[in-house]
């Protein structure tokens, strides 16, 4: 619905745009008057721009005939010689792009995003004439031989920097709410991933199964979580956004529909992996969605809200499942039947509610209405200008991730520290069961509610908020003073440098060691708010990093770091239980704590030599202040 109406307002705010290019021109007249000096060069170049104007006035496009827009024209008080070297820098520019994609491995969607982060290719050095001062907005270059067609591209760009059109210009309550649903949609997607291991028992007594093979729906729900991360993220940088959260939301929920009716153990295995299948969009989508709706520097406090959501739900499903299952009331199918009912409500609020964020879908949009407006088929936004059709691109767009896999030494090594944090992570909630069940003798309901110590923790975490803001702040003007214009993406990695990576460690060992009945139970629940500080630092930092240092392509980056962790999460799900009975709670959890002390060290030196890192990495952004 919110595409559909924001789609109708682009070609509004295109309209509007256009007759303020044409004010604007008009106003350029004056240059005849300033200019009367019969042997002035600049009385010359404003004739020929008036010249120009007049003739615009008659063309379709808004363009002076026989002239094209973005030529290269001598401008006043320049010496010959500059200006021949300039018009020689800029075809080195054209000849640089084109060969970015010489190599046919490559993906050129992103070879061209390196491209504009290094140097900005001003194709368009059109200032200083009547033409070029009028058009807003608009990059003119000539097509690349592998870009097909021939002639000039007119590369629609947003208006300025305070576009409206563009998301990082919105209202701040319109982002806030944005940011809300996709975090929504991570609650409700992590609630299912655990609501069903408070079911276990109930359930492998109905199905005639073990408690071992019932943990497979969890994780299997996983797995499918770590293979439709394949999928999401480059569709949601073809299709755009919404139409990904749209369509795998109703597909997510009629396969937990089925998981609930499911009438034996293999129907509702198969079940579950495809809910978890579709229901993997936010943790790859909503990584993008925030990068398209907030700057660098606003990042700091906006991802942390949807962090907290995609933490929150897999805690909070132990919660309800604990009283679903301790009633007698109702049957354990009822942790499927809740979870499709929060689910639907998230549902409604995308569609009513969620606009359209992806920029290069949004210009696509601009574009569109360009040429119907002008009837100037040259208008292109950079995804059209390939003359590629749907399915390839779309196929781009799925290899694209095992692209940065193989050539990105960034997303491998997070890839693999998220990994070990995220076994570490399962096999702990495993132990919940054996902690306060089995020792401390407390009820399923109740050993649902020790979940929320960790949900103390998230919010613990989220304390750092300002004050690592207010670092922002001070380390940005430094930069700008410095002549650079962002952070790097090595600030985001103080959440975890902030005793994040000490957390983990410190609190398995003293949850795994006061676990007696002669100990208070406030002992492991204190234990439980460190991990879940813990954990969530980890995983702002990881992900922050990430999508610093992609930005556009920020879905596809996170689909290697989800589909590892999470297909090694869901199998830790099941073979978590047999670990605490053969090994105890002690010894388990001992040796969870000394794997994740062996990461300690890894934030830190991420922070010291990140920077070295992403000079290796083709694709990563390069910070302008670093090169200096």
């Known amino acids: 619905m919110q595409s559909y109406l924001q789609y109708r307002r682009f070609r509004t705010a295109v309209i509007a745009q256009r007759e303020r290019d044409q004010e604007k021109a008009a106003g350029l007249r004056t240059y005849k008057k300033d200019a009367q000096s019969p042997n002035s060069s600049e009385a010359s170049h404003a004739t020929d721009d008036h010249r ?46 084109e060969s970015e994609d010489d190599d046919p491995d490559d993906d050129p969607d992103l070879a061209q995003a390196a491209l504009s982060r290094v140097s900005s290719i001003k194709s368009n050095r059109s200032a200083g004439t009547a033409l070029g001062m009028t058009m807003t907005g608009i990059q003119v270059r000539k097509r690349s031989t592998r870009e097909g067609g021939e002639g000039q591209v007119f590369v629609v760009g947003y208006e300025g920097e305070n576009d409206p059109m563009n998301p990082h210009n919105w209202g701040i309550t319109k982002r806030i709410c944005a940011t809300m649903m996709v975090a929504s949609i991570g609650f409700v997607v992590g609630l299912a991933s655990a609501i069903d291991a408070s079911a ?18 969890t994780g299997l729900y996983l797995v499918g979580f770590g293979v ?12 755009g956004r919404n139409p990904v959260y749209i369509s795998t939301l109703t597909l997510y929920m009629i396969f937990v529909m089925a998981s609930g009716l499911a009438p034996n ?32 520097m606003e990042r700091v406090f906006a991802f942390p809200v949807f962090a907290n959501a995609a933490f929150t739900g897999p805690l909070m499903g132990p919660v309800m499942g604990g009283f679903i299952v301790q009633s007698s009331l109702i049957s354990w199918r009822w942790v499927e039947w809740s979870t499709l009912i929060t689910s639907g409500l998230v549902f409604g609020l995308v569609i009513l509610f969620q606009p359209e964020t992806y920029p290069l879908i949004l210009l696509k949009w601009k574009a569109s209405h360009l040429r119907a407006v002008t009837g100037d ?12 059709p749907f399915i390839h691109r779309l196929k781009r ?22 990994t070990v944090i995220y076994v570490v992570l399962f096999t702990f909630l495993d132990g919940y069961t054996y902690i306060f069940t089995e020792i401390h003798g407390t009820s399923e309901g109740i050993t649902g509610l020790c979940f929320l110590g960790i949900v103390v923790g998230l919010f613990g975490a989220s304390a750092l908020v300002p004050l690592i803001y207010r670092w922002a702040k001070r380390d940005l003007q430094k930069i700008k003073e410095q002549g650079g214009d962002r952070l790097p993406p090595e600030f985001r990695l103080w959440f975890a440098m902030l005793g994040g990576a000490f957390a983990i460690p410190i609190s398995l060992f003293w949850m795994g060691w006061t676990s007696y009945p002669s100990i208070s139970i406030w002992s492991p629940l204190a234990a439980s708010a460190l991990f879940g500080y813990g954990i969530l630092c980890i995983f702002i930092s990881s992900y922050q990093y990430v999508i610093d240092s992609y930005e556009s392509f920020a879905a596809s980056a996170l689909v290697a770091v989800t589909l590892i962790r999470y297909i090694a999460a869901g199998g830790m799900a099941v073979v978590g239980i047999p670990f605490y009975k ?23 030196v991420f922070y010291k030599y990140g920077h070295q890192i992403r000079r290796h990495s083709k694709y990563a952004i390069k910070v302008s202040s670093e090169s200096k």
């Open 200 to 217: 276990v028992s109930e359930a492998a007594k109905e199905f005639g199964v073990s408690e071992v093979v019932e943990s497979l729906a």
């Open 265 to 296: 153990i293999g129907a509702q295995l198969a079940f579950r992996f495809l809910a978890g299948f579709f229901g993997s969009t936010p943790l790859t989508c909503a990584g993008g969605s925030i990068s398209d709706l907030w700057s660098p």
């Open 582 to 604: 053969n090994m105890g709670v002690q010894y388990t959890l001992t040796i969870m704590a000394c794997i994740s002390a062996l990461l300690v060290p890894l934030p830190y």
């Open 397 to 418: 767009a799925l290899y694209r991730p095992f692209l940065l896999t193989s050539r990105e030494p960034i997303i491998i090594l997070i890839a693999l520290y998220l």
């Open 52 to 97: 120009d104007l007049e003739k615009a006035e008659g063309s379709t496009t808004g363009f002076p005939e026989g002239v094209r827009p973005g030529e290269l024209r001598h401008e006043p008080g320049k010496e010959e010689s500059t200006r021949k070297e300039e018009e020689a820098t800029l075809e080195d520019d054209l000849r640089g792009s």
């Open 377 to 388: 088929d040259r208008y292109k936004a950079e995804v059209e200008i390939r003359m590629e």
């Open 228 to 239: 439709g991360a394949l999928f999401a993220g480059p569709v949601s940088e073809t299709l």
